[in-house]
T-cell receptor, first 114, second 115 residues
């Protein structure tokens, strides 16, 4: 069975500082990996996804993530935090075989300090 | 192009009652999946419907059920409500569904409070 673990339910960074949100996955086959963002009172929006092409994936709003098979990680980064990045971020995993559902992590709430 | 629409936005019910939530997907999307979101639990998968057939199901009791109509609109029903059912219920749509690496489009959710 597949799963994801997001380390840190709350992360605070200063405006302009590096954002690093951690995600580790477990999957018996090469996975698809996703990062979604949820702004207050809204549904989720896709930030980026990894589907076995380039290991460094660039997404919207300046975010990127790197797939590291040896570390079973897919951490999300942004070089310089902006106030508008304050939201909840979810890592998710699925597999390209069979009929697996998309499995989400428990989320990380990002707070930006002015 | 209209997004995913969920109605109602808020619901307050009492224990033992039943509730029906509605989700209208983006035009052309045949897959609708449902999630329960609670603080600290993240998103828990309920089920996915594709072309009126339930294609995948999560680990929820039989009190949680759903269906999909020929126009791809989906409803979720919860019977005999319990306090623990209080949550934000999200639906998401896509063209081919979760068996692919497609992007899911989410609605804003229905916030259910059970008193």
């Amino acid at each position: 069975a597949q799963s994801v673990t997001q380390l840190g339910s709350h992360v605070s960074v200063s405006e302009g500082a590096l954002v690093l949100l951690r995600c580790n996955y477990s999957s018996s086959v090469p996975p698809y990996l996703f990062w979604y963002v949820q702004y207050p009172n809204q549904g989720l929006q896709l930030l980026l996804k990894y589907t076995s092409a380039a290991t460094l994936v660039k997404g919207i709003n300046g975010f990127e993530a790197e797939f590291k098979k040896s570390e079973t990680s897919f951490h999300l980064t942004k070089p310089s935090a902006h106030m508008s990045d304050a939201a909840e971020y979810f890592c998710a995993v699925s597999t390209p075989f069979g009929n697996e559902k998309l499995t989400f992590g428990t989320g990380t709430r990002l707070t930006i300090i002015p | 192009k209209a997004g995913v629409t969920q109605t109602p936005r808020y619901l307050i019910k009492t224990r033992g009652q039943q509730v029906t939530l509605s989700c209208s997907p983006i035009s052309g999307h045949r897959s609708v999946s449902w999630y329960q979101q609670t603080p600290g639990q993240g998103l828990q998968f309920l089920f996915e419907y594709f072309s009126e057939t339930q294609r995948n199901k999560g680990n929820f009791p039989g009190r949680f059920s759903g269906r999909q109509f020929s126009n791809s609109r989906s409803e979720m029903n919860v019977s005999t409500l319990e306090l623990g059912d209080s949550a934000l219920y999200l639906c998401a749509s896509s063209r081919q569904g979760m068996a692919t690496n497609e992007k899911l489009f989410f609605g804003s959710g229905t916030q259910l409070s059970v008193l």
